[in-house]
Protein backbone atom coordinates (compact mmCIF):
# COMPACT_ATOMS: atom_id res chain seq x y z
CA UNK A 1 0.00 0.00 0.00
CA UNK A 2 0.99 3.23 -0.91
CA UNK A 3 2.35 5.11 2.41
CA UNK A 4 0.22 8.69 1.47
CA UNK A 5 -2.99 7.03 0.99
CA UNK A 6 -2.43 4.99 4.27
CA UNK A 7 -1.70 8.52 5.60
CA UNK A 8 -4.75 10.07 4.65
CA UNK A 9 -7.12 7.29 5.51
CA UNK A 10 -6.00 6.86 8.72
CA UNK A 11 -4.17 9.25 10.37
CA UNK A 12 -5.50 11.45 13.25
CA UNK A 13 -8.62 13.99 12.09
CA UNK A 14 -7.41 17.47 11.97
CA UNK A 15 -10.85 19.65 12.85
CA UNK A 16 -11.86 22.19 10.67
CA UNK A 17 -10.95 25.85 11.30
CA UNK A 18 -14.25 27.82 12.32
CA UNK A 19 -15.46 30.17 9.90
CA UNK A 20 -14.06 33.76 9.64
CA UNK A 21 -16.33 36.45 10.88
CA UNK A 22 -15.84 39.37 9.40
CA UNK A 23 -17.15 42.80 10.31
CA UNK A 24 -19.23 43.30 7.35
CA UNK A 25 -20.91 39.76 7.85
CA UNK A 26 -21.25 40.92 11.38
CA UNK A 27 -22.87 44.18 10.74
CA UNK A 28 -25.42 42.31 8.16
CA UNK A 29 -26.22 39.79 10.64
CA UNK A 30 -27.23 43.16 13.21
CA UNK A 31 -29.30 44.75 10.13
CA UNK A 32 -30.79 41.69 9.34
CA UNK A 33 -31.78 41.20 13.05
CA UNK A 34 -33.30 44.14 13.47
CA UNK A 35 -35.17 44.05 10.32
CA UNK A 36 -36.54 40.54 11.61
CA UNK A 37 -37.41 42.27 15.11
CA UNK A 38 -39.25 44.77 13.20
CA UNK A 39 -41.12 42.54 10.89
CA UNK A 40 -42.12 40.71 14.02
CA UNK A 41 -43.37 43.83 15.72
CA UNK A 42 -45.28 44.48 12.45
CA UNK A 43 -46.88 41.34 12.74
CA UNK A 44 -47.89 41.95 16.23
CA UNK A 45 -49.22 45.25 15.58
CA UNK A 46 -51.20 44.25 12.99
CA UNK A 47 -52.58 41.11 14.48
CA UNK A 48 -53.60 42.44 17.81
CA UNK A 49 -55.23 45.48 15.97
CA UNK A 50 -56.82 43.08 13.48
CA UNK A 51 -58.11 41.47 17.00
CA UNK A 52 -59.23 44.08 18.73
CA UNK A 53 -60.83 45.62 15.05
CA UNK A 54 -63.30 42.12 15.03
CA UNK A 55 -63.97 41.90 18.12
CA UNK A 56 -65.72 45.56 17.80
CA UNK A 57 -67.57 44.12 14.80
CA UNK A 58 -65.31 46.18 12.15
CA UNK A 59 -64.59 45.06 9.02
CA UNK A 60 -60.63 45.02 9.02
CA UNK A 61 -59.87 43.18 5.54
CA UNK A 62 -58.48 47.00 4.31
CA UNK A 63 -55.80 46.68 7.11
CA UNK A 64 -55.01 43.50 6.64
CA UNK A 65 -55.08 43.58 2.52
CA UNK A 66 -52.48 47.23 3.12
CA UNK A 67 -50.21 45.29 5.22
CA UNK A 68 -49.94 42.79 3.06
CA UNK A 69 -49.29 45.25 -0.18
CA UNK A 70 -46.31 46.80 2.11
CA UNK A 71 -45.22 43.70 2.65
CA UNK A 72 -45.42 41.88 -0.64
CA UNK A 73 -43.65 45.18 -2.17
CA UNK A 74 -41.22 45.06 0.39
CA UNK A 75 -40.00 41.45 -0.63
CA UNK A 76 -40.69 42.27 -4.41
CA UNK A 77 -37.80 44.62 -3.80
CA UNK A 78 -36.06 43.09 -1.89
CA UNK A 79 -35.52 39.74 -4.79
CA UNK A 80 -35.52 42.25 -7.52
CA UNK A 81 -32.42 44.02 -6.12
CA UNK A 82 -31.19 40.50 -4.85
CA UNK A 83 -32.02 39.15 -8.41
CA UNK A 84 -29.86 41.87 -10.32
CA UNK A 85 -26.60 40.62 -12.34
CA UNK A 86 -24.09 43.42 -10.31
CA UNK A 87 -25.42 42.13 -6.80
CA UNK A 88 -24.99 38.70 -8.08
CA UNK A 89 -21.25 39.47 -9.12
CA UNK A 90 -20.68 40.42 -5.25
CA UNK A 91 -19.35 38.39 -2.54
CA UNK A 92 -21.94 36.94 -0.34
CA UNK A 93 -21.11 38.77 2.49
CA UNK A 94 -21.45 42.25 -0.11
CA UNK A 95 -24.87 40.60 -1.08
CA UNK A 96 -26.18 40.03 2.23
CA UNK A 97 -24.86 43.48 3.55
CA UNK A 98 -26.87 45.62 1.03
CA UNK A 99 -30.20 43.34 1.27
CA UNK A 100 -29.66 43.69 5.16
CA UNK A 101 -29.13 47.74 4.57
CA UNK A 102 -32.43 47.78 2.31
CA UNK A 103 -34.35 45.67 4.32
CA UNK A 104 -33.94 47.53 7.63
CA UNK A 105 -35.29 50.80 6.70
CA UNK A 106 -38.11 49.05 4.76
CA UNK A 107 -39.16 47.21 7.82
CA UNK A 108 -38.90 50.31 10.14
CA UNK A 109 -41.13 52.67 7.49
CA UNK A 110 -43.77 49.84 7.64
CA UNK A 111 -43.81 49.47 11.37
CA UNK A 112 -43.72 53.26 11.91
CA UNK A 113 -46.43 54.09 9.27
CA UNK A 114 -48.65 51.37 10.91
CA UNK A 115 -48.25 52.47 14.04
CA UNK A 116 -49.02 56.15 13.47
CA UNK A 117 -51.72 55.38 11.37
CA UNK A 118 -53.44 52.81 14.15
CA UNK A 119 -52.72 55.24 16.83
Excluded: Q
Excluded at 21 to 31: G, Y
Excluded at 39 to 47: K, N, P, Q
Excluded at 61 to 70: D, E, K, P, Y
Excluded at 75 to 85: F, H, N, S
Aim: charged residues 10%; hydrophobic residues 60%.
Amino acid sequence: MDPRTYNALYRPARPASPPRRTPMMVLAVALWLLAATALAGLGFLVGMTALWGAAEGMVMSGLLLRFAAGLGAGAAVLIAVGRAPAVKRMSAEGRSLLLAALACPLALVLVVVLWLHSV
